[in-house]
């Protein structure tokens, strides 16, 4: 079955993830709600999204 992604999540959540590498603030709980939207949605990239949203986890 092909899936039809949602470019404009996948889109957000990869500015947020370019914000982190360069070192800029960014929101880590908008990342981790989107990684985990994504995983939900697609499990042909659920794998992934998770490791994304554990990185993204709530940091004390």
Same mark, same amino acid.
């Given at each position: &079955?092909?899936?039809?992604?949602?470019?404009?999540?996948?889109?957000?959540?990869?500015?947020?993830?370019?914000?982190?590498?360069?070192?800029?603030?960014?929101?880590?709980?908008?990342?981790?709600?989107? *990684?985990? $939207?994504? %995983?939900?949605?697609?499990?042909? &990239? *659920?794998?992934? &999204? #998770?490791?994304? %949203?554990? #990185?993204?986890?709530?940091? $004390?």
């Amino acid at each position: &079955m092909k899936h039809r992604y949602r470019w404009d999540e996948i889109n957000q959540l990869g500015d947020l993830l370019e914000a982190e590498i360069v070192g800029h603030q960014f929101d880590r709980h908008r990342a981790h709600h989107l *990684a985990l $939207t994504l %995983a939900e949605q697609f499990p042909d &990239m *659920a794998k992934s &999204m #998770r490791l994304v %949203a554990d #990185r993204m986890g709530v940091r $004390t």
